[in-house]
């Protein structure tokens, strides 16, 4: 098991170290592709899996989900979080055992999903959550919460599905805010006018999948560690980190081939360990 560079009571008390702290931002990675931004007292919760239910799932069928990392946090802990992000409906992108916890103590936390997938994520949360704080977007629509301006962006995982009203299924966010903007692709392979649509944000930090495609997974594939590096310099990100890799066995990546392609780009990086916390918009990074 693969331990995280802080968990539990430590990144609780990480966290509430800085929420105080009105110089720049900060993220943590909480594992797959879930990440936390604290700016400016503010918490935006970014697809957040902190649970076992797809291992418990998956346990007696031949595709297992043996989890690699520790579990980081208990989502209870997160009762703070103003907002929170859903990409799409997959479980690890929209878990009702990480939700549920979250919602049970904080009833006023604002779900930022895409409008498409308005009734499915009623549907999964039951009556955690008053549909009134189901906030959907689509594809170039935008809408401001706690002064961060969420922005939808179509992603492709593998294709850009979209519902009968052609609203996107899948989602990525471009979060502004301060001065700063934050993309959250969610799942996702390139697809073509993609760049041309995230170029004009001015993207200080893109967060990318690399674990990639295999048929042999059985499920819908991302972007590889080479292609995450090349979107992030083709998007003109100053920085990207990667994500959606060390969490199951069967579908995984190691960042090492991401890094060679960025440092090859000239494109900026970091690969975060999970639980590590990075500091944005202090120095100019």
Not at 112 to 135: C, G, H, Q, T, Y
Not at 234 to 246: N, Q
């Amino acid at each position: 098991m693969i331990r995280a560079t802080q968990s539990h009571a430590a990144l609780l008390a990480d966290i509430r170290a800085h929420r105080n702290d009105d110089r720049g931002f900060r993220l943590w990675w909480l594992g797959q592709s879930g990440f936390l931004l604290q700016w400016q007292g503010i918490h935006v919760l970014l697809d957040p899996y902190l649970s076992d239910s797809l291992t418990r799932k998956y346990a007696q069928t031949d595709k297992p989900h043996v989890r690699m990392t520790e579990l980081v946090i208990d989502p209870a802990e997160l009762s703070f979080v103003d907002i929170v992000t859903s990409s799409h409906n997959h479980t690890d992108h929209l878990d009702a055992e990480t939700l549920g916890p979250i919602l049970a103590r904080n009833r006023a936390v604002k779900l930022v999903i895409p409008e498409a997938n308005r009734a499915f994520v009623a549907d999964r949360l039951r009556m955690k959550i008053d549909s009134a704080a189901l906030i959907g977007l689509d594809d170039g629509g935008t809408i401001e919460l706690a002064g961060i301006r969420f922005s939808g962006v179509a992603s492709a995982h593998e294709t850009v599905e979209r519902d009968e009203q052609r609203r996107a299924k899948f989602l990525g966010y471009v979060l502004q805010f301060g001065g700063w903007s934050l993309y959250h692709s969610g799942d996702t392979v390139r697809y073509d006018g993609m760049a041309e649509k995230l170029r004009p944000f001015s993207i200080d930090v893109a967060l990318l999948p690399i674990n990639g495609r295999a048929l042999e997974r059985r499920v819908p594939g991302n972007l590889s560690g080479q292609e995450a590096a090349q979107l992030a310099h083709d998007i003109g990100a100053k920085l990207v980190i990667p994500c959606h890799y060390d969490m199951f066995e069967f579908n995984t990546a190691t960042p090492e081939a991401f890094a060679e392609t960025c440092r090859r780009l000239g494109q900026g990086f970091r690969v975060l360990r999970c639980g590590e916390r990075f500091d944005g918009g202090v120095n100019d990074e």
